[in-house]
């Protein structure tokens, strides 16, 4: 799915998902949903052959892997490189591609400046600039 339907779209929640596994600290998040002013859910994720995936979905349920830990899915609140842009507008959205690995990256553009969705060795990685 090419992503350029966020432009114009009001960023209004950003929900994300995070393994967690005993008492360490958690890792990712694995999944981002933005969840924008026509009350769509964008998904972004890393796929298993390592590409980015940019999709509509709604959020999905957190769950429990036993011994392997769990996946809590909830709002992301005033931490990470989205918080810092709910109630602003898309201005724009580039993406990067590979030829072997498809879609490697997503930049989304806010007046306040852009965030950064890549994979990296098959983990998701969200920077701001």
Do not use: N
Not at 62 to 73: C, H, P
């Amino acid at each position: 799915m090419r992503p350029d339907y966020l432009v114009g779209r009001r960023l209004e929640h950003v929900v994300a998902s995070w393994h967690l596994y005993g008492s360490q600290a958690p890792s990712g998040p694995l999944d981002v949903w933005l969840i924008d002013s026509e009350a769509v859910a964008t998904h972004i994720t890393t796929g298993s052959d390592w590409c980015l995936i940019v999709e509509t979905s709604d959020p999905v349920a957190g769950y429990d892997m036993a011994e392997s830990g769990r996946v809590e899915v909830g709002p992301i609140c005033g931490e990470g490189p989205f918080a810092d842009h709910l109630g602003e507008t898309v201005l724009a959205v580039e993406e990067e591609s590979e030829p072997d690995s498809g879609r490697i990256a997503l930049e989304i553009a806010f007046d306040s400046g852009r965030v950064r969705c890549e994979t990296w060795s098959g983990d998701l990685r969200l920077s701001g600039k």
